[in-house]
């Protein structure tokens, strides 16, 4: 007898009663293995975003000033690679522009900075970086204007 051929009252009836362990426990294996194959399938496609993102972005020379180009996984990554710590306050991870803060900090480069001649240019934090960093293209991100910008 399976559920199917049950009516739907025999059917809950059924599941609420059920003392059979060993088809209690069948059923909780099938389904924790639908559950490990879906997480499976997402780490899966995540890692290939990672890779990806970080593919372009050796691609356009793995500047400093391209770092918005990477997934959090990726940013992680190249946190590992550079050193840089990727455990925000209260044992979190950072946030994409932390990251990105900490890792050009760690290289010493200005290219993502905002000149303030009264500031410490040695000092680099996420409010030295332009709050639009997210949106940035690779055009304006070196400073240039891309082409929908400045055409009427």
């Avoid at 007898?1 to 009836?13: F, G, R």
């Avoid at 879906?38 to 899966?44: A, E, G, H």
């Avoid at 932390?98 to 480069?109: F, P």
């Avoid at 290219?111 to 997210?134: C, F, I, M, R």
């Amino acid at each position: 007898m399976s559920l199917a051929d049950l009516e739907d009252a025999d059917e809950l009836e059924h599941l609420r009663n059920c003392q059979d362990t060993v088809a209690i426990a069948s059923h909780k294996r099938k389904k924790e293995a639908v559950v490990d194959k879906i997480n499976n399938k997402k780490q899966r496609q995540e890692v290939q975003e990672d890779e990806s993102a970080k593919a372009a972005w050796d691609l356009l020379g793995a500047s400093t000033d391209q770092m918005w180009m990477l997934t959090n996984g990726a940013l992680e990554k190249e946190c590992a690679t550079q050193g840089v710590d990727t455990k925000g306050k209260k044992g979190k991870k950072m946030a994409a522009h932390d990251m990105i803060a900490g890792i050009v900090s760690k290289k010493k480069s200005q290219a993502l900075t905002k000149y303030d001649a009264s500031a410490n240019q040695g000092v680099v934090t996420t409010e030295s970086l332009p709050s639009n960093l997210n949106r940035m293209t690779e055009v304006t991100s070196r400073g240039g204007v891309s082409r929908d910008q400045g055409q009427t």
